[in-house]
């Protein structure tokens, strides 16, 4: 809320973490995923984020970023199977659904607003190393 300053935008980025979360579950299977959470995100992706009155109002600004996120995203799974600078390069292309938050800040308080605070946004919700990143593949 400190960054954002708008409820719904709040909202929306927080169902987007959590849709980003679960369909990365889904694909490395590394956790359960249960029905519940399953039928929990339909209703997320298929109505709660269209009924949210800041995507609603943004969505042109964002659905790019959530595309272009969604193939980083993609691309960096497909890397991670690859040699050590393939791995370099998913380290920096998996975690880029960031730039959503981004762009929310921006269009909840504008462009100075962003640059004062995009270095810290990053830096606290991009904690892990490469080294901590490339051990747990």
């Given at each position: 809320m400190e960054w954002l300053g708008d409820k719904h935008a709040v909202h929306f980025?927080?169902?987007?973490g959590e849709c980003s979360e679960f369909f990365d579950d889904l694909i490395d299977k590394d956790k359960p995923v249960s029905d519940d959470w399953i039928c929990s995100?339909?209703?997320?992706l298929m109505i709660d984020m269209h009924e949210n009155p800041f995507f609603s109002y943004h969505k042109t600004h964002l659905l790019p970023i959530m595309s272009m996120s969604i193939n980083c995203w993609l691309d960096a799974n497909a890397l991670e199977r690859g040699d050590d600078n393939d791995k370099n390069?998913?380290?920096?292309?998996?975690?880029?659904?960031?730039?959503?938050?981004?762009?929310?800040?921006?269009?909840v308080r504008g462009r100075e607003y962003l640059r004062s605070v995009s270095l810290p946004v990053r830096r606290f919700f991009l904690h892990e190393t490469l080294d901590e990143y490339k051990e747990s593949l």
């Open positions: 980025v927080q169902m987007v995100m339909l209703f997320k390069r998913a380290f920096v292309l998996r975690d880029l659904t960031i730039e959503v938050l981004l762009r929310s800040i921006e269009l």
